[in-house]
């Protein structure tokens, strides 16, 4: 039986040595076995990893971005290490993703409550400037930022306007910037959230609200197309406002509707008519912002 073992040992060496030597003819690949800080003994075990962490580098090497990455993990390059008598292998960030991490690191300023990803990429060099309804909101964010990085606590804006114009862009854009400036903001697609919040009163609900409370600057997106309820309005928003007036957190929304029709909306609920506490929320949202309007043709696709 031993010597059964013995031969079938050495004739998989002998196979392993074989492909070796069959792979290190082409010269390239025999180049880069070589540059390798590892004994030819250990090499020959590996013949076929090899093989694939040597295309992925000639992949990497002739790469312009990680829009053309051909390797099997986007970013990444399959890369062999000494172990001892061993060699293991595992997936390196190449040079265009480590950019990128290092480029991507503002979001983790950034905290998306039901929010697309793509909005995080939202920059204001990219804010289109075709017509000039754009032009007073970028001033009035230049002067926000100033005010901001000053010390000051500028109010955010209540920005209106037509579906698709491109405003929950905008505030975006400018969160954005501002969290490369490491300015922590919460970015919340506020009808979504007061779903999801209902549903949170077993679990987190009260850390979901309190982040949002008072994260530094906060977006409430597309406010006025929730369904109202007495409770969203007087158990949710009103306390939102209440805390981020009284300790000066600039606070955006964006909105089809007009401060006026949002007061009408806010004060029909299933629970009644309430003209007195629609009335309030809207006087907090005023003291918190500047309204401004975006109108403007349909960008979406
Ligand atoms: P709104 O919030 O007013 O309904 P959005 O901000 O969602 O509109 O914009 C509508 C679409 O147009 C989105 O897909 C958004 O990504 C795109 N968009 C708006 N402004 C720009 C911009 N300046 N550059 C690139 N895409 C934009
Ligand atoms: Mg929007």
Known sequence: MKKINEVIEKENKIDLVHSFQEACNDKEFYEYIKSLPIEEEVLI???SNLQDAFIERKNCHYCRGLNYCKNRVTGYCYTPQKDNKMITFSYVACKHEQKRLKDDAYKENLELFDMPEEIQNATLKDVYTDDKARIPIIRYFKEFMEEYQKGNKPKGLY???SFGSGKTYLIAALLNEMAKKKVPSALVYYPEFLRSLKSSF????NERFDYIKKAPLLLLD?????????WSRDEVLGPILQYR???HLPTFFTSNLTLKELETTFATTSSGVDKVKARRIIERMKQLTNTMELIGKNRRN
Do not use: P, R, V
């Not at 077993?202 to 609900?205: L, N, R, W």
């Open 45 to 47: 075990k590996y013949t």
């Open 159 to 161: 920005l209106t306007g």
């Open 202 to 205: 077993q679990t987190d609900y």
């Open 222 to 230: 597309d406010i006025g197309a929730e369904n109202e309820s007495a």
């Open 245 to 247: 007036m009284q300790n």
